[in-house]
């Protein structure tokens, strides 16, 4: 097959799986009931001087589904944490016990359930329509092409299996999501 086809249809694999990235990191952020270090990562902590991410300045695990703990490597960093996850206003109240930092996540109510598994569908959404502009930029640079008309209509058959197989991954990864976030 021509090779400006397949440099095109390999960009067209990119930028699907770029979506799918995209929208599994879209997703992390999306609070399913459980406590996660990821809740967290978007917190940024005043270090001397410097706004750093809270994970370059302590250890932060869920030791169990409801609390995430946060172990700072030098203790005065206990105060500037939990200012910083104030700030961020994350929904958690911080507390600390001189050691360390413990957030304790409360449980999701069935109306935010609701809400977030809304808020999922819509990164879904997202990703699909990504997935279908990767689709028509494709189609377009392959009408572009100086080839055959065979050539060209087997490239389009090929760009929408490949859709057909990103949407059905994107749907794939939304229905476990909807899944996690409704599971009391």
Known sequence: MNEEINIILDTTNEAMQEALQHLDKALGNIRAGKASPQMVSSVMVDYYGAQTPL????????????????????????????KAIQI??????????GEMVIITVPP?????????????????EDAKISVRNARQDANKEIKKVETSDDIKK???????????KYIKKVEEVLAAKEAEILKV
């Open 55 to 82: 994970s370059q300045v302590a250890n932060v695990s869920a030791p169990d589904s409801r609390t995430i703990s946060i172990q700072p490597w030098e203790k005065k960093m206990i105060q500037p944490i939990e």
């Open 88 to 97: 961020a206003n994350l929904g958690f109240n911080p507390m600390n016990n």
């Open 108 to 124: 999701l109510t069935e109306e935010r359930r609701r809400e977030l598994v809304k808020q999922a569908k819509g990164e879904g």
């Open 154 to 164: 087997d490239a389009e058959e090929r760009v929408q299996k490949l859709t057909d």
